[in-house]
């Protein structure tokens, strides 16, 4: 058999290894595991393919998925990628390291992570920021463990019924086996009630409480009152929210959260059915050593030079082991370089322009549609940004229906019969027009 | 060689006790501090927090390690170190002078449990 | 490596954009209420695209990847990550799916997801996968969520203890804890294995099951395997197998054959996808047939878990096929007992006899120590290898041994670089015994010599305006 490029042993490695170890032939060197646990006979795998035939054949793969444009948010934004992120995320010292054990020859990840930390806690406005975390509900599941920790015996949590449905059911799962209860509060006018948040907390034994900035009718909440009523009964307010809105509405910080959580993906981070994204958090610094995973901190080595480290270790499974807040290790190191790189491109002006284009195309294709008479808007007047959700006079599957037959993913259902629109600065006028003009023939 | 002051009492997780008007002030002692090496954390109770002799009330940390601090008496904390906070190192300097936390003891008996510094001078084996 | 001292905050000035974005052709939208507005100053960087480009670029200089150098990182199975699974993972065929498409128009992705399926099953010996733990850690919750969801179907709620030996990786009892579950630590005897005898008393209808690594975190095959698994399924319990250390048994012994319920792999370690300076990863967890039915309701992640390394590992595995997959346990075998070999007279091997993909010494044989001068530890020893263009070993992992130093070096390192590490660490041996100071202040070469970690804790700065 031809050589395998992965594998650099020849014939001759092969035999003058064996012989410095003193075994005859490789089995040899399994010679401990107990010989019924050998596996007897070929693996059910196919025949080895060659690099142009993985290539083909992923390419025809890729070809069977259908290119949709996109009109679809729900917790995953198509947004644009500048083509500088790839190229910077795709250099090899990045790509292909480790965790950043060897500080003395990985300062340019523990650099990025550095600026990654700096650039979470100047968006949500917390004090300290984690390296990252997997994803969005994952961070969501890790504030509510940390809001347990926080508050000494407390058991339960709240999570607003206007939370991203996979983001609900990841807590849930977490909470389940965390021995962790998990209360609701309902969403009143298009927002999480602060009424009936107040009677929950009134119940007792709330450690924490989750809510959306902007909820999954696409609605900016207005949390004012909140972190008082939250903190009055000595829990924590954790806001979930789109990094990328933070440019233009109002701060986790502002509204007084204790810890800011949500997903990096709406930072450049491209669709890819889901994953990897980035999870982030932000806490105020009297949380910081319940804080999981990695963070980076400042330092000097030993000749003044500016240095960075991992730092507050002792956090961490390594150390605490079962003692840990968490059992986070490797996280989204380079989804957060990926993001990093975004932020900085972007910068402020950026960020506040991809809001304006997103927003002003979505208040432009809701008019659109309501004009056609085909739907009815169940949040009259609610200030949202790039996402809306509308009542539709027909059964909401067909609409959606309608749409992908000319390649449009759009009108997702929500658990009411609403269908749910997104647009980001990557949907032109035409695109828009041309999606309003098939709602209307439908 | 581990300073020992004589007229403490010690447990065998390497705390000591110094007892004043009722009031157990507790710490750790200079073979538990050089064990850690330089402490970076002192993770302290809150005040009215309850204490139970043999069980953790806070932890030590360094850069590379944690090391739970265990109660030698039970009772209720009614002060905590706040210094140690931001000067942890203050543990590194002196370890008997620096008093990390005072329990108002419900059991006093529980002190007869502990070892003098003779016994704790054999138990590190110096 | 050079030194570059750079912060992107650093190179910011008032007005620089470094973005490019359509015109606005739509009507205004109304403003948002005053009240949501975002009031707080927004600090983000305001630089150039080649700003961008140089700062990374020069950032990226001072990191060390697999493709730099030989990462011989214990327990981590740094090996070499193949190109062809950057460009199909880059296709825009995968990459522009959104995540709540349906299966009618993603029928190239959950393809992916079937295959990957049968080859983990086929490659494990179990019988069903879930994709959703995005890495290692995340993959062993799932997989105890899996083991107390089975007890609690079956009504019998009193097992929460998880059996874990004391050379376990450090995530399995945080993961434990997290589960909701209570470890019993099992100890090992001096051979390195599982002391069997002191897991039977542990063993009572309160446990949930037993955690295990096998080969262990020693790199030492559990030879009694058999044994321990007869009886914890003996008492009821489950066996978990931790997929961290599967590299050498790859195309030679299947965890499910080994009597092994529930298991996690890493993707990013064995199926060859890039560890990116720590995730993404893919932790993909696997069943045998009795416990399909556990899996449903366990939702770890927001959608389909990483996708994007998952296709890196499927176009992997299409690459070795049935024929060269064997060749992966085997070559790591082979290439970490020779290390073994040759360094064993220089380095204190703790435990004789053959390895598999990775094995521990506990430090220097000598290491320079007389009356008036400390020896070189295993720290130094890490620090000195930097010098020489190596990535340091795994170090004071496991725990069982004071000085331990990991070796793994992975199926895709060529003779040539393994005996040139052999040489460089018999160099730093004999400089060690002649003066250990070389390595006591090493790395000599590196962009900034050891840091001051004490301060870095005591006095945490941990972002750009802390510093200011």
Request: with cysteine; proline share 5%.
């Given at each position: 058999?031809?050589?395998?490029?992965?594998?650099?042993?020849?014939?001759?490695?092969?035999?003058?290894?064996?012989?410095?170890?003193?075994?005859k032939?490789?089995?040899?060197?399994?010679?401990?595991?107990?010989?019924?646990?050998?596996?007897?006979?070929?693996?059910?795998?196919?025949?080895?393919?060659?690099?142009?035939?993985?290539?083909?054949?992923?390419?025809?793969?890729?070809?069977?998925?259908?290119?949709?444009?996109?009109?679809?948010?729900?917790?995953?934004?198509?947004?644009?990628?500048?083509?500088?992120i790839p190229?910077?995320?795709?250099?090899?010292?990045?790509?292909?390291?480790?965790?950043?054990?060897?500080?003395?020859i990985?300062?340019?990840?523990?650099?990025?992570?550095?600026?990654?930390?700096?650039?979470?806690?100047?968006?949500?406005?917390?004090?300290?920021?984690?390296?990252s975390?997997?994803?969005?509900?994952?961070?969501?599941?890790?504030?509510?463990?940390?809001?347990?920790?926080?508050?000494k015996?407390?058991?339960?949590?709240?999570?607003?019924?206007?939370?991203?449905?996979?983001?609900?059911?990841?807590?849930?799962?977490?909470?389940?086996?965390?021995?962790?209860?998990?209360?609701?509060i309902?969403?009143?006018?298009?927002?999480t009630?602060?009424?009936?948040l107040?009677a929950?907390?009134?119940?007792?034994?709330?450690?924490?409480?989750?809510?959306?900035?902007i909820?999954?009718?696409?609605?900016?909440?207005?949390?004012?009152?909140?972190?008082?009523?939250?903190?009055?009964?000595?829990?924590?307010?954790?806001?979930?929210?789109?990094?990328?809105?933070?440019a233009v509405?109002?701060?986790?910080?502002?509204?007084?959260?204790?810890?800011?959580?949500?997903?990096?993906?709406?930072?450049?981070?491209?669709?890819?059915?889901?994953?990897?994204?980035?999870?982030?958090?932000?806490?105020?610094?009297?949380y910081m050593?319940?804080?999981?995973?990695?963070?980076?901190?400042?330092?000097?080595?030993?000749?003044?030079?500016?240095?960075?480290?991992?730092t507050?270790?002792?956090?961490?499974q390594?150390?605490?082991?079962?003692k840990?807040?968490?059992?986070?290790?490797?996280?989204?190191?380079?989804?957060?370089?990926?993001?990093?790189?975004?932020?900085?491109?972007?910068?402020?002006?950026?960020?506040?322009e991809?809001?304006?284009?997103?927003?002003?195309?979505?208040?432009?294709?809701?008019?659109?549609?309501?004009?056609?008479?085909k739907?009815?808007?169940?949040?009259?007047?609610?200030?949202?940004?790039?996402?809306?959700?509308?009542?539709?006079?027909?059964?909401?599957?067909?609409?959606?229906?309608?749409?992908?037959?000319a390649?449009f993913?759009?009108?997702l259902?929500?658990?009411?019969?609403?269908?749910?629109?997104?647009?980001?600065?990557?949907?032109?006028?035409?695109?828009?027009?041309?999606?309003?003009?098939?709602?209307?023939?439908? | 060689?581990?300073?020992?002051?004589?007229?403490?009492?010690?447990?065998?997780?390497?705390?000591?006790?110094?007892?004043?008007?009722?009031?157990?002030f507790?710490?750790?002692?200079?073979f538990?501090q050089k064990?850690?090496?330089?402490?970076?954390?002192?993770?302290?109770?809150?005040?009215?927090?309850?204490?139970?002799a043999?069980?953790?009330?806070g932890?030590?940390?360094?850069?590379?390690?944690?090391?739970?601090?265990?109660?030698?008496?039970?009772?209720?904390?009614?002060?905590?170190?706040?210094?140690?906070d931001?000067?942890?190192?203050?543990?590194?300097?002196?370890?008997?002078?620096?008093?990390?936390?005072?329990?108002?003891?419900?059991?006093?008996s529980e002190?007869?449990?502990?070892?003098?510094?003779?016994?704790?001078?054999?138990?590190?084996?110096? | 490596?050079?030194?570059?001292?750079?912060?992107?905050?650093?190179?910011?000035?008032?007005?620089?954009?470094?973005?490019?974005?359509?015109?606005?052709?739509?009507?205004?939208?109304?403003?948002?209420?005053?009240?949501?507005?975002?009031?707080?100053?927004?600090?983000?960087?305001?630089?150039?695209?080649?700003?961008?480009?140089?700062?990374?670029?020069?950032?990226?200089?001072?990191?060390?990847?697999?493709?730099?150098?030989?990462?011989?990182?214990?327990?981590?199975?740094?090996k070499?990550?193949?190109?062809?699974?950057?460009?199909?993972?880059?296709?825009?065929?995968?990459?522009?799916?959104?995540?709540?498409?349906?299966?009618?128009?993603?029928?190239?992705?959950?393809?992916?997801?079937?295959?990957?399926?049968?080859?983990?099953?086929a490659?494990?010996?179990?019988?069903?996968?879930?994709f959703?733990?995005?890495?290692?850690?995340h993959?062993?919750?799932?997989?105890?969520?899996?083991?107390?969801?089975?007890?609690?179907?079956?009504?019998?709620?009193?097992?929460?203890?998880?059996?874990?030996?004391?050379?376990?990786?450090?995530?399995?009892?945080?993961?434990?804890?997290?589960?909701?579950?209570e470890?019993?630590?099992?100890?090992?005897?001096?051979?390195?294995?599982?002391?069997?005898?002191?897991?039977?008393?542990?063993?009572?209808?309160?446990?949930?099951?037993?955690?295990?690594?096998?080969p262990?975190t020693?790199?030492?095959?559990?030879?009694?395997?058999?044994?321990?698994?007869?009886?914890?399924?003996?008492?009821?319990?489950?066996?978990?197998?931790?997929?961290?250390?599967?590299?050498?048994?790859?195309?030679?012994?299947?965890?499910?054959?080994?009597?092994?319920?529930?298991?996690?792999?890493?993707?990013h370690?064995?199926?060859s996808?890039?560890?990116?300076g720590?995730?993404?990863?893919?932790?993909?967890?696997?069943?045998?047939e009795?416990?399909?039915?556990?899996?449903?309701?366990l939702?770890?992640?927001?959608?389909?878990?990483?996708f994007?390394?998952i296709?890196?590992?499927?176009?992997?595995?299409?690459?070795?096929?049935?024929?060269?997959?064997?060749?992966?346990?085997?070559?790591?075998?082979?290439?970490?007992?020779?290390?073994k070999?040759?360094?064993k007279?220089?380095?204190?091997?703790?435990?004789?006899?053959?390895?598999?993909?990775?094995?521990?010494?506990?430090?220097?044989?000598?290491?320079?120590?007389?009356?008036d001068?400390?020896?070189?530890?295993?720290?130094?020893?890490?620090?000195?290898?930097?010098?020489?263009?190596?990535?340091?070993?795994?170090?004071?992992?496991?725990?069982?041994?004071?000085?331990?130093?990991?070796?793994?070096?992975?199926?895709?390192?060529?003779?040539?670089?393994?005996?040139?590490?052999?040489?460089?660490?018999?160099?730093?041996?004999?400089?060690?015994?002649?003066?250990?100071?070389?390595?006591?202040e090493?790395?000599?070469?590196?962009?900034?010599?050891?840091?001051?970690?004490?301060?870095?804790?005591?006095?945490?700065?941990?972002?750009?305006k802390?510093?200011?």
């Amino acid at each position: 058999m031809a050589g395998f490029p992965y594998f650099p042993h020849t014939d001759a490695d092969v035999r003058s290894m064996l012989n410095r170890i003193g075994v005859k032939k490789v089995e040899d060197l399994y010679a401990d595991v107990p010989k019924e646990f050998i596996k007897k006979g070929a693996y059910a795998l196919p025949d080895a393919m060659s690099e142009p035939e993985v290539r083909a054949w992923l390419n025809g793969l890729a070809g069977m998925n259908a290119k949709m444009k996109v009109f679809a948010g729900a917790g995953a934004y198509d947004h644009y990628t500048p083509s500088v992120i790839p190229y910077i995320t795709s250099r090899s010292e990045f790509l292909t390291a480790y965790t950043p054990y060897q500080c003395e020859i990985s300062q340019g990840t523990l650099r990025y992570i550095f600026e990654y930390q700096s650039m979470v806690c100047e968006l949500t406005g917390m004090d300290i920021s984690n390296a990252s975390l997997y994803d969005g509900p994952t961070a969501a599941a890790e504030a509510m463990k940390m809001t347990v920790a926080c508050t000494k015996k407390k058991t339960r949590v709240l999570l607003s019924k206007g939370l991203l449905p996979h983001v609900v059911k990841v807590v849930e799962t977490y909470a389940k086996f965390h021995g962790v209860q998990v209360g609701y509060i309902p969403v009143a006018d298009g927002q999480t009630s602060l009424e009936a948040l107040q009677a929950e907390l009134e119940a007792g034994d709330v450690a924490g409480v989750i809510v959306p900035e902007i909820n999954r009718f696409g609605i900016v909440e207005n949390h004012a009152g909140f972190a008082d009523a939250i903190h009055a009964a000595k829990a924590l307010l954790v806001e979930y929210c789109d990094p990328s809105t933070l440019a233009v509405i109002k701060s986790p910080a502002e509204w007084g959260a204790d810890i800011a959580v949500g997903d990096g993906q709406s930072l450049g981070i491209p669709l890819c059915f889901g994953g990897p994204y980035v999870g982030f958090m932000g806490v105020k610094k009297e949380y910081m050593r319940k804080m999981p995973g990695r963070i980076v901190g400042q330092t000097t080595d030993k000749d003044g030079k500016r240095a960075f480290v991992l730092t507050l270790q002792a956090r961490e499974q390594h150390i605490k082991r079962e003692k840990a807040t968490s059992n986070i290790c490797s996280n989204e190191s380079l989804m957060a370089l990926w993001v990093t790189v975004y932020l900085s491109l972007m910068g402020p002006e950026g960020l506040r322009e991809v809001n304006k284009l997103s927003s002003d195309g979505a208040h432009y294709l809701k008019n659109e549609l309501l004009a056609t008479g085909k739907f009815e808007d169940p949040f009259p007047g609610k200030p949202f940004l790039k996402e809306f959700v509308l009542k539709p006079s027909k059964h909401p599957g067909l609409v959606q229906n309608d749409l992908e037959k000319a390649g449009f993913f759009a009108a997702l259902e929500t658990e009411e019969g609403y269908v749910s629109f997104c647009v980001t600065e990557q949907r032109t006028k035409e695109e828009i027009d041309q999606l309003v003009n098939i709602v209307k023939e439908g | 060689m581990s300073k020992i002051v004589e007229g403490l009492k010690y447990s065998e997780s390497h705390e000591w006790v110094k007892v004043e008007d009722g009031v157990a002030f507790i710490g750790v002692s200079d073979f538990a501090q050089k064990e850690m090496g330089d402490i970076t954390y002192v993770d302290m109770p809150d005040v009215d927090d309850e204490v139970t002799a043999g069980e953790e009330f806070g932890a030590l940390e360094s850069v590379k390690a944690a090391s739970d601090l265990i109660s030698p008496v039970s009772g209720k904390v009614v002060a905590v170190n706040e210094e140690l906070d931001d000067a942890p190192e203050k543990v590194n300097e002196d370890a008997y002078e620096n008093w990390i936390i005072q329990v108002e003891m419900s059991d006093p008996s529980e002190l007869d449990a502990l070892m003098d510094a003779e016994a704790y001078k054999a138990h590190i084996g110096e | 490596m050079k030194y570059y001292d750079k912060l992107v905050f650093e190179l910011s000035q008032k007005g620089r954009v470094g973005y490019s974005l359509p015109a606005n052709r739509f009507p205004a939208a109304p403003e948002l209420p005053v009240e949501l507005r975002r009031e707080a100053s927004l600090d983000l960087p305001e630089v150039s695209e080649a700003d961008v480009v140089r700062h990374y670029t020069n950032l990226s200089q001072m990191n060390f990847g697999v493709d730099t150098g030989f990462y011989p990182l214990g327990s981590c199975t740094m090996k070499y990550n193949p190109k062809i699974n950057e460009e199909v993972a880059a296709l825009p065929g995968f990459t522009g799916l959104h995540p709540l498409m349906h299966a009618g128009l993603t029928k190239g992705a959950l393809k992916v997801y079937q295959d990957m399926n049968n080859f983990l099953a086929a490659i494990t010996g179990l019988y069903a996968f879930t994709f959703d733990p995005c890495a290692g850690a995340h993959g062993e919750l799932t997989g105890l969520m899996v083991m107390r969801q089975y007890h609690m179907m079956r009504g019998d709620l009193k097992r929460t203890k998880v059996i874990v030996p004391d050379s376990a990786h450090g995530t399995n009892p945080a993961s434990a804890a997290v589960c909701g579950l209570e470890i019993v630590e099992v100890k090992s005897l001096e051979n390195g294995r599982v002391d069997v005898e002191a897991l039977k008393p542990l063993l009572d209808d309160t446990v949930a099951g037993m955690m295990m690594t096998n080969p262990n975190t020693l790199g030492l095959f559990e030879t009694q395997i058999k044994e321990i698994t007869e009886l914890v399924h003996g008492i009821g319990g489950l066996m978990y197998y931790d997929g961290a250390n599967m590299n050498p048994l790859m195309g030679v012994v299947r965890p499910g054959d080994m009597g092994f319920d529930i298991m996690h792999l890493n993707l990013h370690k064995t199926f060859s996808t890039p560890h990116g300076g720590g995730g993404p990863g893919s932790g993909p967890v696997g069943v045998a047939e009795h416990l399909v039915d556990c899996l449903p309701d366990l939702r770890v992640s927001g959608f389909h878990g990483n996708f994007g390394v998952i296709l890196r590992a499927y176009a992997y595995i299409l690459m070795l096929g049935k024929q060269n997959l064997k060749k992966v346990g085997q070559y790591s075998v082979l290439s970490a007992n020779y290390i073994k070999e040759c360094l064993k007279d220089a380095y204190k091997l703790p435990i004789e006899g053959v390895c598999k993909h990775e094995f521990v010494f506990d430090g220097l044989i000598n290491d320079g120590a007389h009356d008036d001068v400390h020896g070189a530890t295993t720290l130094d020893v890490a620090k000195r290898l930097l010098d020489f263009g190596f990535h340091a070993p795994t170090i004071y992992f496991p725990l069982l041994f004071h000085q331990a130093l990991m070796i793994e070096p992975t199926e895709t390192e060529s003779k040539e670089t393994i005996d040139a590490f052999i040489d460089v660490m018999h160099k730093i041996a004999a400089e060690a015994a002649e003066d250990p100071r070389i390595l006591q202040e090493a790395p000599h070469g590196a962009p900034i010599g050891r840091p001051d970690e004490t301060a870095a804790a005591r006095n945490p700065i941990l972002k750009f305006k802390d510093a200011q």
